[in-house]
Every structure is written in C-alpha cells, then in structure tokens.
C-alpha cells in the first residue's frame, strides 16, 4: 500500500536527498545564458569607470552654468570651444570659465563640468565659438563614474540562474569567463510493451512511444544533457532493472515513464526494490501522480512516472523541476506558484487535488488563466500549470498557477 | 533630418522587406522544441489506435452493466475470467454475458464491453471468478479510439514554432522526423572607439563591450545560429563598411550596435549609405530607438541600434523579434502585448513613448506589472516590457506589457 504524501512533502524529502552538482567549468562570458554561476562575482571597476556624456553637445563650466542661469530672455552665454573629446578618446580635460568642449557620447566628460548641452540647443558663433540662450539647461546629461555598477559591488552570487540582463552586466564589468556548474545529465527511460517508436509500422495493440519525445523537449528547455538508451523497454523486470542501473552508472538523474502503478505489469518499482534503492516517497496525494514514486540510489535520484504523457508533463514541472533546479546547483529552486483567477471549468474532483494544463490569457485588463482540456493549442499570452484543490474548478475560483516557459 | 515612424509603421515597414527563411532541413521529431514546422503535417492514425483501458480492473459486457445497475444492496455481479489482457497484447476479444477479462492500463477493451471495473471495487470468488457489488461503476474508464487524435486531424501548419506539447503530439502519431525550416543566422556588430573585449586592461576613456555579450544571450534564446566578426570595431567608416558587408556575405540578418546616432562618429548610417543599403525607417518615435534605423540589401535586413544595452535589449524584444519571427518562417510572427497594472512609477515621459524593463508580480490576486528602473535583479514571475505612452507611468495606470522569456 502506499502513504501518499502531499506534492510538497514529495519535493522537501526528494530535494533533501538530491546532491547538487559541484562540477565547475569555464566558459566565455557571452555563453553564460541559463547557466548557473558558481561563484560570487563582485564588480573589479566602477561602470561607466569615469564621467561619461549621455549625448553629443557641449560641456558646461560649474561657474558657466550660474551665470546661464541667471540669463535675461534676450541675453545668452558665449563659449570657447577649446577641444573635441570623442568617445574613447583618453584625455583628461579640465574646464575653465568661459571655456567648453565638443563632446561626443560616451566621452570622458571634463573636470568641473557642470552638464553638457545638447548640439541641437546651441549656436556656432565663430570658427571656435558657440552661444547659449537661457533655459537650455535641463539635465546634466551625464551618465556619473559608478552610476550603474559600483566596484565592488556584488554582481551575481553563487547558485543564480544567469538570464541576458546578469550576462551584459557582468560583461561590462570586464570578466570575461565564467565559472559555472557543468549541466547534469539525465537518462530517459521509456517502459511499456505496447510503445513502439515513431516510424516503426505499428502492430495491433500498440501505440507509439510519445514520452520519450516530450522528455527531450522538456530536458532541452532546461538545457540538460540528455541521455537515452534502449527505447522502449518491454514490461520486464530484467530489462528495467538494467536500463536503470545504466542510467544511475552515465546519468546524474533517472526520469522513467510506465509502469510506475500497482498492476502485474507494473514492474518499476520491484525494478527500483530489486537496485536496493531507498524509495522516497511512493505516491502522490493529487492527481496526476497518485501512483508516482521516487527513490535514490548512491545519492542519484529516479523517477517513477505515470505512461500518460500528460501527467508527465505536469509532473515534470510541478514535481521534477525543483528538484533539477538543485541537481543543477540552484540556490532559489521553488516553482514560481502565484494566484490567478480561472476563466473557464476545469475537470473537478471532490476529494482528490487536481492539476492541470492552462494558458494565461487577458480578460478586460486583468491576467485569467483558461484551463485547457482537450490539447488544444496554446492561444493565449503563455501556458501555465493550474493547481486546483478539491471543490475548487469553476470559472472566477481563485486557484494557483506558475508559467511554463 | 529623420522622419520618426511608430514601432508597428517601422515594424510593419521591415517585415514588408524580410524575405522568410525557405531552406528546410530534417531532424528527428523528439529535437523539434522550438523549432518551426515547415509543412503541414496531418495525422495518419487515431490516437488511441483502438479502445484502450484507463486502468487495471475487469471488462464489463454491456448486458451486464444493466444487471449490475439494477442489483439490490446485498446482490452482486458473478462473473467468469475468459482471459488477461496486457498492453501491447495483440488479441482482439469480444465479451459474452456473464463474461469478463482481467485488463491491464493501456491494453485492447474487448468487443462488447461497457466499462472497465477497477480492481480495488471486486471481489475474487474462485479461481477464475470475480463478483461486483453494486454502485461499482462511475465511469467507463475507457480511452476511446481516437478520442486524443483522429487520423487525417491537423497536428501542425507549416510556420508553427513546436513547444513541447505539440512535439509530443506528433511523436504520438507515429511520425519520426519533422521537415523544419533551418535555424537563421545573425551576425552582431558592436561598434565605437571606447569599447574594449572584457578581459583586456581597460584604458582611459574606454569602457568594456557588453553587447555583444547581451545580443549573443538574447539570440541564444531566440535559436540563431550566431556569428561574430571583429570585435569591437572602431568609430571607421571603412571598418563599419567592411563588416557590415562581411555580415551581409555569411548571415541572414546584420544587428549593429553603437553609431547610430547623428554625432560625428555615428558612422553606421554612412556606412550603410556607402554599401548601397536602402533606408526602411530611420528613427522610432519612442525612446529607446530614436536613432535607430533598419535598412534592407539584396533583401537582407540590417539593424542600427544604440549602444546603450538596456536600449539594445528592449529594441531586440519590441521591434526585432517579429521581423526575426519572420526570417525563421514563423506564420504568427506578432509580439504577444497585453494590458496589465503598474505597480510602482515609471520614468515618465510628457511628449514621448518609452519603452522601460518591468517583472509580473502578484498583488492580491492580482497580476500587476513593477518597473525595473536601476537594473535591479528579477524577483518577480517573470520579465515583462513596458510600454508607456506620454503622460502614463504612475502606480495604478494601466499600461501594455510584454513577457520576456
């Protein structure tokens, strides 16, 4: 019999048993997108590392800009133009009442420069003179020394999923390789001896094995290594058992869909008994997942999941990902759960919770979530997964939701 | 002087020009995430191929599911095991009255039969015997032939991008390879005499090079193939020249970054006026992207963009992404914007569009959208877009908003 745990419980006891991964390689700063850094990084240098102009004008003293001021209406302030500064150019200028540069964006802005005036609000006066109305000054028009990272200032720490925003971040600091965790690698296994592979004719009896599709798609999403083996495997107990032990010897993480309920066929966990591995849970208190288990064997986790290919998805997001967000050495590994009102009936269940598929859709300036019944395609904003508790599946409930990217 | 157009006119104005990607390449179906079909693609068996169980339990005949129905309290069903079907087992049966066959998850429903009884509602009475109380059947607990897919149904059109749902559908059909279009290649410019490769010493007046680094993540996202010239490459006119051409010679589409504005060293629009490039649009009327322009050569398109990364990163996912839809052969190539509600204050604008970084957070029940103003670290949901017309940016105000994957 099994005590069937809440999906909670199943991913607390997993993850206390999920060893994360601390196998480091270097790659270039460019390649950082979805890795997981694997140590704090700090800013060496201050961006932008001096004073640098927002646009291409004219710098402006501090004692200029008092007297531009104080113009009258007909009155204006007129400079000379003692130097062009353009972007990368190394000199280190210093203004002198009267005095102004042409500076151009991105350029060393000046000692004592009090703010630059855009080219278009001045007026050539001479070959080496400009004029200044009043009331041209509005912004200072640069971007300070430090303004957007200070050195010294803690980048990304350890265990973060770097998204496109950390990597130009931490490009413009100057580093440029990465230490980050090497991606774990997971061994599917198909079982059931009615699969056949796609292409194969299909003999009376069968259907076409579409896990292992939908696996690879969802191991690619998280950027895994994915490792398969025999495919389909026959509901036999050696042949389970082997594939698994190939798993649990190439693979960081064994996910097996089939075979995983009570009934003569399903050998999977007398495969897992047969391994010695300790199972960790054995059954879900939700459907899909009722009749899921996982168990460790060496500190490598395996899955047991349902043949449904849609209960795998479900379980693969709901149950799997925070468990591979800790393999993969994530420090923040909890699905992102928040709360959304449903826009149509879901299938209800009176005593058993529910999940399933959904789409966040726009309904009058709010965000609803449509639950999705029939493998319709997504139409909506995104696809989300809906966690819907007893009594609970009518159109306007509140229910919870995360994304699925 | 430009002549600043509106996101969609400019949007529009490219996709007009962009040729979409013809070149059909053929992997196996479980590598098709994210990519995009190239021909319609049709069924060509029912999903389930037959009647198959939901469960392990005992085939009802149909004449017998009246007699059960009818049965007093303390009556029950006895009926005769003929035979143990497994899935994947080829026998095609057909129930007598007073006749059942033991059933496994998965496997051929026999002729005749009415509903599948779950093995935990009977009672063994023999060796071959089992009786049902009554008020043992609820559902028929049968997967009907075709009730998941019908042969000849529409999986697919051509111009699909795949998620992983739709990949598992194929697979389940049979179907082993998939005819996708090939992954298009973007080649990435970063222009300006201050920028310096992250890892070499900083010096004076220059800062380090992050677009690359923002674009190459962005682009890795996207699924492009991503090819890099000479970086970074100095405020020339010959040097842009060169580059562009070489872009234009190896890759499907050119991304500048840098020299777009009308400074003297903005040479981008030089150097596409030198290699004969026509203008598509030139300036958006909205910050950022002012000074961006898109033109078009031998029918590949060439974008200018700041060298601002926030900039960059915003016009990748506002203006470039469709016309990048539509170079990889995507039929639905439009942003997928929605309204939500601000939930913080915005840099506002009173005569201009500004596009700003957000994150979808929860707020009561409610989605509503933050402003991300110091690229601070995401904590929310998800990255969103903001859009914001002149005068819009307070809490409360009701803006569109894009999801950033």
Redesign the interface.
Known sequence: MRERISLESAIEKCCEQQRPCRNIETIP??????RVIAKDLKAF?D????N?SRM?GYALCRSDLDILKNLSDSDSLSLQVVAHI???????LRLLPGQTVRI?????VPEETAAIIK?EDITRTGEERICIGRGKYHHSNILFKGS??KAGQELVSAGELL???????????????LPVYIQPAVYIINT?????????P?????????????L???L??EHCKILIGQCPI??NLEDIYREINRGLETADMVIISGGA??????LVPSALKKIKADFIYNGLRMQPGAKSSAAVKDGKLVFSLP?N?GAN?ILFEALIMPILNKLKGMKNITN?W????LAGNTIKSTNLRRMC?GELL?RC???VARPIIN?E??KG???VILDVEPGQGNEDD?VRAM?V?
Chains 1, 2 share one sequence.
């Open positions: 700063v460019e390649h950082g997108y979805k240098c961006v932008p590392p001096f640098s291409d353009s972007a990368g150019n190394s000199a280190k151009m964006t991105g350029a060393i080219q957007l990272i998204n496109y925003n950390q990597v130009e971040r931490i490009a413009s600091t100057g580093i440029p390789e059931g001896s009615e699969l056949t592979l796609p292409g194969k299909l003999a009376e009896g069968k259907i076409y094995n579409s896990n292992r599709s939908l690879t798609a969802k690619q999403k026959e509901d309920a009570d009934g003569d066929y399903d043949g290919p998805g992102n928040f709360e959304v009102v598929r726009e300036g709010s965000l493998n395609p997504i904003i995104t696809s509140i994304l990217r």
